[in-house]
């Protein structure tokens, strides 16, 4: 199992906040009597859990990394997942697209498909054009993750506009 917890203290200046993400560490854990994984209820497509931990004792051999940069490195593989996230977003907006441009078709108003309307017509469009852009984006968030290195995949101008490659990321908008 792999885990994070604070190990020590912060080295460096604190954040504004009073929270530092220094002093945390990440651990590979054997599972066993000591380690209590509970389910929880919930209505997402993932499967959620609580963990317990009651006297686990970690070899220092099971320090992944340096001690007290567990959290640095657990956040410097989030960029790749949020690029992978965001394109799987891509997908389900391309399939619901096509279920709402089907339905458009085949509902039938007045003797005419409904998707003959300006007014269904514009916000598929839209969407259509919204997931094009979006898809453009993550694609080029992927190649600058490929070619600037994973801490620089979301810096610098993406199309001409300053931010939205942290926008993308997942990272706060800055124009």
């Known amino acids: 199992m792999l885990d994070i917890s604070q190990s020590c203290q912060s ?53 992944i990394g340096e ?37 458009a078709r085949e509902r039938i108003v007045f003797d005419r498909p409904i998707g003959q309307n300006q007014g269904v017509q514009f916000p598929l469009a ?13 694609r080029r968030a992927a190649a600058l993750f490929v070619f600037l290195g994973e801490r620089n995949a979301g810096e610098g101008r993406v199309g001409g506009v300053p931010g939205i490659g942290q926008h993308v990321l997942g990272m706060p908008r800055s124009y």
């Not at 499967?47 to 931990?53: A, C, L, P, S």
Request: hydrophobic share 40%; net charge negative; glycine share 8%.
């Open 126 to 138: 839209r969407a259509y054009a919204e997931l094009e852009a979006a898809d453009m984006i993550c």
């Open 11 to 63: 080295s460096s200046r604190e954040e504004p906040s009073g929270w530092s993400a220094d002093g945390v560490s990440s651990i590979c854990a054997n599972l066993g009597k000591e380690v209590e994984i509970r389910p929880i209820e919930a209505m997402t497509n993932h499967n959620t859990t609580e963990v317990f931990f009651d006297n686990l004792e970690v070899p220092p051999a099971n320090l």
């Open 67 to 103: 001690e007290g940069k567990g959290l640095r490195y657990i956040l410097d593989g989030m960029n790749a997942e949020r690029i992978l996230v965001a394109q799987e977003c891509i997908g389900d907006g391309r399939w619901l697209l096509q279920k709402g441009i089907n339905y």
